[in-house]
C-alpha cells in the first residue's frame, strides 16, 4: 500500500565549520585532464569545458565540491585545492578515517557528470602515527558512461596530492562554543600544526593488522530469506582473534542478491605487546582460526539460529607466513568452513548476539541441534590480512665497525728483505754477466763432438785460432765495446760511492787513487769469477740449524710449562713460554703465551699477544676469538673503547669462516651485548640470524633422518606431531662460547654475560635438561673463579643450592660436578670432603674409562691434601695414577718421587725422580731430591752431580737443600755442607738467621776463622731477639777461643 504522503529527504547538516580542532587537509593543486573533444571543437578559452573537483571522505554527508576551473595550455586544471575537514579525535576519529578511503572526482561542472574518479586507501597510515602522506602523479580512472553532450575524459592525472593531519588547538581560557558560533576570521586564528592520533611511543612501535574478506562461494538459501523478511537488517561477520592482548577483528558483509558483498575490510590497531604474543603465538604452533556468524539486527525479529550460522575454518598455516623476515601479508583461498566446536579449549571470540528487546518473533524456526548452514553447502571462505609492519624486521647484517680489524692490525710482510746493495755489488754482477756473454761467443766456436783437424795441429793451436777468432768476432759485432761500456758505468760508480773524489787532484793523488782502483777492480773481479766457480763446484750444504725450537720442541716446551703453571711454578712457567717466543713468526706461539697472561690477569700482555699472532696469520681464528674476548672484559671493566676491537674481531671471525655458524653470530652477539642498549638493532639482528640457522639445520636435519635424538621436542597443536624445540642449538651455541671464554680464556665474567644470552632466549625454559645443567655447571665455575674463595664456595654448596642439584642430576654433568664440589670444599680448607668428592670423580672416571681425560691440577690438588694431612703414602699412589694416565708429565713423577722419599722409600723415590728427570732434564727439582736420595743411599758421586746439575739449573727449594746440608753434616762431609749453606744464606735466604749461624758453626768447625768472622758480622745484622744476640756472642767467644 502506498504512502499517503511523500516525504523530500531531509537536507544534509551544514557544514562543520569550527576552526579548532582535529583536521584532514587535503592538497591538489592541477590535474591534467584531456577529453574526447570533436576536432572542430573551438579552442578559444572561453568555449572550453570548465570542470571541478569533489572530495568524499568517511563522515562527509554530502561531497565537497571545488570552484569551477578553465584548462590551461596542455589541458591543466588549475584547482588549487587546500581543504581542510575537521574531523573527530579520539579513538572514534582514528578508527572511521583508518578504515575508510578519499573518493575523489574530477566533475563536468556545466552537468556535474563524473569524467573521471579515484578512490585513495592510505589514511591506514594515521594508526601508526604517519600524518602525512602524499604522491606526485595520482592517476584517475574515466568513466565509461557519460551523459549525452559530455565529453568523455581520455584520461586524467592529477599533479599532485597529499593527506595531511593537523590540529588547532583552542586558546587557553577560550570558550568553545562561542568560538565555534562566530569563528574568528582566518588571519587572527593561529597556525595549524602537525597531530597524531597515537603516542609517540605507539608510533615506533605499533603496528596495524588489516583483514579483507575476499570471497565467500556460497551464503545458505535460509540467510537470505531472513534478510528479506528483517528488511536487509541482516549481516554476515568473519572474525579473527588475535592472540593475548590483540584484537579481535570483524569483518561485516552486508547481503545484496544472494551473495554477501566482497570485499570487505577492517582494520584495527596493534601494540607492540600483541605483535611479540601474535609471534610467539605463531613459533609455538598455537591453533588460530577465523570465525563467520549472522547478525540480525531488526527490531522485531530474534535469531534462534544464531549457533547454526556459527562456523570456524583453521587459519595458522596461513599466518604463518608473518614469521618471514620481513613478511607483512598473506592470503588463503577457499577454506572449508565447518561448525564452530568448543572441543580442545577453543573459545568463541566473535561479538555475542543480543536479541531485541521487548517482544519479537524467531526470523526463523530453530534448526536441530548441531545443524551447520555453512558446512551443509560446502561454503568456501577467502581472506587476506595485512600488517603495516612486520613482526619479525627484514634482517640487516650488523654494520660493519668504522675501521676495521686488518686497518686496526695490518698483517706483517714476513718475506725476508734484500740486503742493500753496493757499487762493488753491482760491478761483480756486471763482470758475472760479461762472463756468462764471453763464454756463450767462446762455445759458439768451438767445433762439434768427434771433428778431427785435417792439419794436425795440435789443440794449443786450435785454441790460439778459437782466441783469434774470439776477438775479431767481439770488436766486428760491437759487443766488446757494450761490455766495456757496462763495466765503465759500474766502475765510475763504485769510485764515486768509496772514494767520493772529484776530477781536482794532483798526479800523485790520482797516481795513489789508479793504483788502489786497480787492486779493489782486480780483487772484485777475481771475487765474482771464483764464486761462478765455487757455485758451478759446489755440493748444496745443509741450511744453518735456526735458532728456534722447531714445532716438536715448542710442543715439549708448552707441555713442560703447562706443568710448572699447574705446579705454581710461575717463574719457570713464564721462562719456557719466553723460549718459546724465540719462534717470532709463529702465530700460535703468540696465542698460547697470550691465554697463559690470561689466567695470570695480565690482560693487556695478553692482548698485545693476540695483536701479534693476527699480525702474522690474520686468519687465525683462536687469537680472533681470544682478541675478542679479551677486548670485551676491556671494554666492560675500563674503557668502552675497547669494544670498537672487539667489534671488529667479531666481523673478522666471520670474514674468516665465510659461511658463519651458530657460534660465530653467538661471539658478534657478546659484543653487542657488552655495548647495551646502544647495540640493541644488532644485538637482535644476531639473535635473528641464529633462529634462522637453527631452522635451517633443525628442518634439513630431519629431511636427512639425522637429528640429534637428545634435541628436545614438543607436541605440535595444529597437527598434533611432535616437532624439535627451537632454541635448543641457539642455547648451545652460547653455551659452548661460555665455556671456551671461562676454560681457555679465564674471563668468567664474559662467560657468565654469554650465559646470560643463552637464559634470555625465548625458549630457554624448553630447552634440554642436558643444556640447563651444563649453563648451571658452567655458571658455578664462573662464579668460583670471580668469587673469593670460601665465600663462594659457601654460596654454591649451601643445602638445596647449586652443587647438590647438578650431583643429583646424572651423567657428564653430575661427574664434572663432584670435580668442582672437591674443589670448593678444598677452598674451604675442609680437606676430609675435598678428598672424598675427588676419590669419587676419580673412580668413576675410571668406570667410564676416561681417566686420560683427568686434567693434570686434578692430580695434583689430590695428592696435595694428602700431603697436607701427612699421608705421603697416599699421595704417592695418586701421583702414580696420574702417571699411568699420563706416562709423560714429569711434574706426576716427580711428585711421586718426593712422596716416596719424604717415606723413606727411597728405591721407588729413585725411580720415579729418574723418570721426571728424563721427562724434564732441565727442572732443578728433581735433582735436588736425588741428589738427598743418593746421599742418603750412601752414593756420594752420584749426589755430587745430581746437586752440581740441579744448582746449575736454579735449584731453590729451600727445604732440600737444608736436609742435603743436613746429610752432608751427618756424615762429616763439611766443605760439601758449607758449599750448600752458602747457596742458600747468600742467594736463596739471605735475610734468614737461622742459616747463617749453621754456616758459621760449619766453618768454625773446619777452622775456618777469617770466613767464620764475616759470617759472625752478618748474623749480628740479622739478630732481632734476644736469644739471636745471645747466639751471636756464644759464636763470637768460640771464634775468640779458636785465634787464642
Not at 554530502?62 to 573527530?88: C, D, I, M, Q
Not at 534448526?367 to 571462505?381: D, H, M, N, Q, V
Not at 773446619?1006 to 768472622?1013: C, L, N
Amino acid at each position: 500500500m502506498a504512502p499517503k504522503h511523500k516525504h523530500e529527504p531531509p537536507p544534509p547538516p551544514p557544514e562543520d565549520v569550527n576552526p579548532f580542532g582535529v583536521f584532514v587537509t587535503i592538497t591538489i593543486p592541477s590535474a591534467t585532464v584531456v577529453l574526447d573533444l570533436p576536432a572542430d571543437a573551438p579552442q578559444d578559452p572561453a568555449s572550453q569545458r570548465k570542470t571541478h573537483v569533489t572530495l568524499n571522505l568517511p563522515g562527509c554527508l554530502t561531497p565537497w565540491t571545488s570552484p569551477p576551473a578553465a584548462p590551461s595550455e596542455g589541458n591543466v586544471y588549475h584547482y588549487s585545492v587546500v581543504k581542510h575537514f575537521r574531523r573527530a579525535g579520539g579513538q572514534d576519529g582514528l578508527s572511521q578515517l583508518m578504515n575508510g578511503t578519499v573518493a575523489v572526482t574530477i566533475n563536468d561542472s556545466a552537468t556535474n557528470a563524473v569524467l573521471a574518479s579515484a578512490t585513495v586507501d592510505q589514511m591506514w597510515g594515521f594508526a601508526i602515527g604517519q600524518n602525512t602522506w602524499s604522491a606526485d602523479g595520482q592517476d584517475l580512472t574515466p568513466s565509461e558512461e557519460v551523459p549525452a553532450g559530455v565529453p568523455k575524459a581520455i584520461s586524467a592525472r592529477l599533479s599532485f596530492m597529499s593527506i595531511e593531519l593537523h590540529e588547532r588547538q583552542l586558546p587557553p581560557g577560550a570558550d568553545a562554543a562561542a568560538l565555534a558560533a562566530a569563528p574568528p576570521p582566518e588571519s587572527e586564528l593561529p597556525p595549524l600544526l602537525p597531530y597524531s592520533f597515537v603516542t609517540p611511543e605507539f608510533a615506533e612501535t605499533g603496528n596495524m593488522v588489516e583483514l579483507v574478506v575476499t570471497d565467500i562461494s556460497a551464503v545458505p538459501n535460509q540467510l537470505q530469506t531472513a534478510n528479506e523478511l528483517a528488511g536487509g537488517k541482516v549481516t554476515v561477520a568473519a572474525a579473527i582473534k588475535l592472540p593475548g592482548s590483540g584484537p579481535t577483528v570483524v569483518v561485516h558483509l552486508p547481503l545484496a542478491g544472494g551473495q554477501a558483498v566482497v570485499p570487505a575490510l577492517r582494520r584495527d590497531q596493534l601494540t607492540a605487546e600483541a605483535c611479540t604474543e601474535l609471534q610467539y603465538h605463531l613459533e609455538d604452533g598455537q591453533p588460530l582460526s577465523v570465525e563467520v556468524a549472522r547478525y540480525v539486527a531488526a527490531e522485531h525479529f530474534s535469531d534462534p539460529a544464531w549457533e547454526a550460522y556459527h562456523a570456524m575454518a583453521p587459519v595458522t598455516s596461513t599466518f604463518k607466513s608473518l614469521l618471514a623476515a620481513g613478511a607483512t601479508s598473506g592470503s588463503a583461498e577457499a577454506l572449508p568452513l565447518t561448525a564452530f566446536t568448543t572441543a580442545d579449549g577453543a573459545k568463541s571470540h566473535m561479538p555475542p548476539y543480543t536479541p531485541p528487546p521487548g517482544k519479537s518473533k524467531p526470523i526463523e524456526e530453530p534448526p536441530p541441534s548441531g545443524t551447520c548452514f555453512w558446512e551443509k553447502i560446502g561454503a568456501r571462505l577467502s581472506f587476506s590480512f595485512r600488517l603495516a609492519r612486520p613482526i619479525i624486521p627484514p634482517w640487516q647484517p650488523p654494520p660493519p665497525p668504522p675501521r676495521s680489524l686488518l686497518e686496526m692490525i695490518p698483517p706483517r710482510d714476513l718475506t725476508p728483505k734484500p740486503p742493500p746493495t753496493t757499487a762493488a755489488d753491482d760491478f761483480k754482477a756486471k763482470v758475472r754477466t760479461v762472463a756468462r756473454a764471453l763464454a756463450v761467443e767462446y762455445k759458439s766456436l768451438l767445433p762439434p763432438p768427434g771433428y778431427v783437424d785435417g792439419s794436425g795441429e795440435g789443440g794449443g793451436g786450435g785454441a790460439e785460432a778459437r782466441h783469434k777468432a774470439l776477438v775479431f768476432e767481439l770488436n766486428r759485432s760491437g759487443k766488446y765495446a757494450q761490455m766495456r761500456d757496462s763495466l765503465k758505468a759500474s766502475v765510475v760508480a763504485l769510485v764515486r760511492e768509496k772514494y767520493r773524489k772529484s776530477g781536482s787532484m794532483s798526479p800523485n793523488e790520482m797516481a795513489l787513487l789508479y793504483n788502489d782502483l786497480y787492486g779493489t777492480l782486480l780483487a772484485a773481479m777475481h771475487s765474482a769469477l771464483n764464486d761462478m766457480i765455487d757455485t758451478a763446484a759446489a755440493r748444496p750444504r745443509e741450511p744453518l740449524p735456526e735458532p728456534v725450537p722447531d714445532k716438536q720442541r715448542l710442543g715439549q716446551l708448552l707441555e713442560l710449562a703447562a706443568q710448572a703453571e699447574a705446579l705454581g711454578d710461575v717463574s719457570r712457567a713464564e721462562a719456557l713460554h719466553q723460549r718459546r717466543l724465540l719462534a717470532r713468526t709463529d702465530a700460535q706461539v703468540w696465542y698460547e703465551y697470550g691465554t697463559y697472561c690470561l689466567r695470570r690477569g695480565s690482560r693487556g700482555r695478553a692482548e698485545q699477544c693476540f695483536r701479534e699472532a693476527l699480525s702474522l696469520e690474520p686468519t687465525h681464528r683462536p687469537a680472533l676469538l681470544a682478541l675478542l674476548g679479551c677486548s670485551v672484559a676491556e671494554g666492560r671493566a675500563t674503557d668502552p673503547a675497547y669494544l670498537e676491537a672487539a667489534e671488529a674481531a667479531a666481523h673478522r671471525l666471520m670474514e674468516v669462516s665465510g659461511q658463519p655458524t651458530l657460534e660465530q653470530w653467538a661471539m658478534m652477539a657478546l659484543v653487542y651485548k657488552a655495548y647495551g642498549d646502544a647495540k640493541r638493532n644488532e644485538l637482535n639482528s644476531c639473535e635473528q640470524e641464529m633462529s634462522r640457522l637453527e631452522q635451517e639445520a633443525t628442518a634439513a636435519a630431519a629431511a636427512a633422518g639425522t637429528l640429534d635424538p637428545n634435541t628436545p621436542r614438543q607436541l605440535d597443536p595444529v597437527t598434533g606431531e611432535e616437532v624439535p624445540v627451537l632454541g635448543e642449538m641457539q642455547a648451545r651455541a652460547f653455551i659452548s662460547l661460555a665455556t671456551s671464554l671461562l676454560k681457555t680464556l679465564s674471563l668468567p665474567a664474559e662467560a657468565l654475560l654469554a650465559l646470560e644470552l643463552a637464559a634470555g632466549l625465548r625458549h630457554w625454559p624448553n630447552a634440554a635438561a642436558g643444556t640447563h645443567r651444563e649453563a648451571q655447571l658452567i655458571s658455578a665455575l664462573a662464579e668460583t673463579a670471580l668469587g673469593q674463595g670460601a665465600q663462594a664456595a659457601e654460596a654454591l654448596l649451601a643445602p638445596g643450592g647449586p652443587m647438590i642439584q647438578l650431583r643429583r642430576a646424572g651423567g657428564a654433568t653430575a661427574w664434572r660436578s663432584k670435580l668442582l664440589t672437591a674443589q670448593l670444599y678444598r677452598a674451604q680448607g675442609a680437606g676430609d670432603d675435598a678428598i672424598r668428592f675427588y676419590q669419587e670423580y676419580l673412580d668413576e672416571a675410571r668406570q667410564q674409562g676416561l681417566v686420560t681425560q683427568v686434567e693434570l691440577p686434578v692430580w695434583l690438588e689430590l695428592a696435595g691434601c694428602y700431603v697436607a694431612r701427612g699421608q705421603h703414602r697416599y699421595a704417592a699412589d695418586v701421583y702414580l695414577l696420574g702417571a699411568a694416565a699420563a706416562p709423560r708429565c714429569a711434574a706426576l713423577w716427580r711428585g711421586a718421587g718426593e712422596c716416596f722419599a719424604l717415606e723413606g722409600d727411597l728405591a721407588s723415590a729413585d725411580m720415579c725422580l729418574t723418570e721426571a728427570n728424563v721427562l724434564d732434564p732441565e727442572d732443578p727439582r728433581p735433582w735436588g731430591w736425588l741428589a738427598l736420595v743418593a746421599l742418603k743411599e750412601g752414593r756420594q758421586e752420584d749426589a755430587e752431580k745430581a746437586l752440581s746439575f740441579g744448582l746449575r739449573c736454579g735449584l731453590d727449594d729451600v727445604r732440600v737443600l737444608s736436609q742435603i746440608a743436613d746429610e752432608y753434616k751427618a756424615t762429616g762431609q763439611l766443605r760439601d755442607q758449607q758449599r750448600v749453606l752458602q747457596e742458600l744464606a747468600n742467594k736463596l735466604q739471605p735475610q734468614s738467621f737461622a742459616l747463617r749461624a749453621e754456616l758459621v758453626r760449619c766453618l768454625a768447625a773446619q777452622h775456618m776463622g777469617p770466613e767464620a768472622a764475616r759470617e759472625v758480622a752478618a748474623a749480628r745484622e740479622l739478630a732481632s731477639s734476644e736469644e739471636e744476640m745471645a747466639e751471636v756472642a756464644e759464636m763470637e767467644e768460640t771464634l775468640r777461643g779458636m785465634a787464642s
